[in-house]
């Protein structure tokens, strides 16, 4: 197929979608404890969103499901829980680094006006690093909406191993008030409807192909208490950041980076080029914080916990 054919592929809607709603089922699926967190219909086919509990991943499987018996407690619930627990803060939430030797990307395509992406910056990781690349990536539907070119080179790039992606929620609008305090703004804003916020957004992917994540950033890292117990009812785990480069943080073990793909902010893509000097940085995927890793408690002690800390 030639490339043109494959991008405009890309940029057409595949799917439509009905009857899109949050849900929460305990499953086997596989011989695997999964979640069901949304069903839809395409087609008059009941569709679902699973998450195998044991390594977060995500995938869309048609009914029927069979129903877990014994309830257990998994990695999945452990997790959610424990990035979705106070104390909530308004910025620097959920998230922040990972208990490992790796380091993680992460790069919002937030809403912009700017034409193109950071395509230099995407060529680079897949030059640079073994392929396929990991990255997360939190979208919205606005960016998606006025970049569909730039949408479809991404899609591309997963599906030839180039990159592997980890499709992250950023919401359906991106709500964003220049003028207003924090805590006045973004999802904090009046009259935005956060679920809807959501599930949108992921609407919109599936829409497209693309299976959503069980990752989510909050525009702008912002939040209260209401709205992180709202990500924890869709079954969702929030991450923020410890290394922001273009506000001048530093890359530790463990970190997970942010940067902007869209355009918005190049001076953080301009720092991200130390990644690009030898030796290179061992790149992981947010499903790292399945693993289990070591967790070192108040008394010195350690014991093993799902992504160590
Ligand atoms: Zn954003």
Redesign the pocket.
Same mark, same amino acid.
């Given at each position: 197929m030639r490339p043109l054919f494959i991008l405009l592929l890309g940029i057409h809607l595949l799917y439509g979608i009905e009857n899109y709603r949050a849900i929460n089922e305990a499953v086997m699926y596989g011989n695997r404890p999964c979640r069901a967190i949304r069903s839809y219909d395409t087609n008059h086919t009941r569709h679902y969103l699973l998450v195998d509990e044991t390594t977060l991943v995500t995938r869309i499987v048609a009914a029927p499901l069979s129903a877990r018996e014994h309830n257990i407690t998994t990695t999945y619930q452990t997790l959610l829980e424990r990035y979705t627990s106070p104390p909530y803060k308004l910025q620097d939430y959920g998230l922040t680094a990972i208990g490992s030797g790796r380091i993680y990307i992460t790069t919002?395509l /937030?809403p912009s006006s700017k034409r193109g992406f950071e395509r230099e910056f995407y060529q680079k990781l897949i030059d640079h690093y073994p392929n396929p690349v990991d990255v997360t990536l939190?979208i /919205?539907s606005r960016w998606i909406d006025r970049h569909p070119e730039e949408f479809a080179q991404l899609k591309q790039w997963q599906s030839e191993k180039k990159l592997n992606i980890v499709w992250g929620n =950023?919401t359906h609008s =991106?709500p964003f008030h220049p003028s207003r305090p924090l805590d006045e703004n973004f999802l904090l804003s009046r009259g935005v409807d956060i679920e809807r916020e959501i599930l949108e957004l992921e609407k919109k992917l599936i829409g497209y192909g693309v299976t959503p994540s069980v990752f989510f950033?909050f525009?702008?890292l912002v939040q209260d208490e209401k709205a992180v117990l709202t990500l924890r009812r869709l079954g969702l785990i929030p991450v923020g950041t410890n290394a922001w480069l273009a506000k001048g943080e530093k890359i530790h073990k463990g970190s997970i980076i942010l940067l902007h793909g869209n355009r918005n902010e190049h001076e953080g893509i301009k720092k991200a080029d130390l990644l690009f000097r030898q030796p290179g940085y061992d790149i992981g995927s947010l499903l790292d914080i399945a693993r289990p890793g070591e967790e070192k408690a108040t008394d010195g002690s350690k014991r093993v916990v799902p992504g160590g800390r």
């Open positions: 919002d /937030c939190f /919205c =950023h =991106h950033r525009p702008g």
